[in-house]
């Protein structure tokens, strides 16, 4: 897992594979359809695609004489998942600092937690 989401990042650091993930967000599109509105080659465009490929953003497939590539939206569930820990674990760090600073007077002194800072600390 953590191998995957390595890879993911690290495929989502350029800001063209970025912008390709959103277009393909959109609809699929061929090579050439995605290579159209950028100022490079069409290999340098499947280079960019195989990134996100390995990564498994991408996946291609075989309709008729074209192949689509389509994007992978379960690896956004992995990386929701990721992100969503840390997010967590953040706001209850935030939780507690305002609940100190919330119990601090003017002269920087902090009182002991009443009953009602341990109820609201509970709630959040």
Not at 39 to 46: E, F, L
Not at 115 to 122: F, I, L, N, T, V
């Amino acid at each position: 897992m953590e191998d995957q989401l390595s890879r993911v990042f690290a495929a989502l650091a350029d800001p063209t594979r970025r912008d390709i993930v959103a277009r393909l967000a959109v609809r699929d599109a061929t090579v050439g359809e995605i290579a159209e509105p950028y100022d490079v080659s069409v290999q340098a465009v499947s280079k960019h695609l195989k990134v996100l490929e390995s990564a498994g953003l991408v996946s291609r497939t075989r309709d008729a004489q074209r192949r689509p590539c389509h994007l992978e939206a379960e690896v956004f569930d992995l990386m929701t998942k990721w992100i969503e820990r840390y997010q967590k674990e953040a706001e209850e760090r935030f939780s507690r600092l305002d609940d100190l600073l919330g119990r601090m007077d003017d002269d920087g002194a902090v009182r002991p937690p009443t009953q009602d800072d341990r109820k609201r600390g509970a709630a959040s």
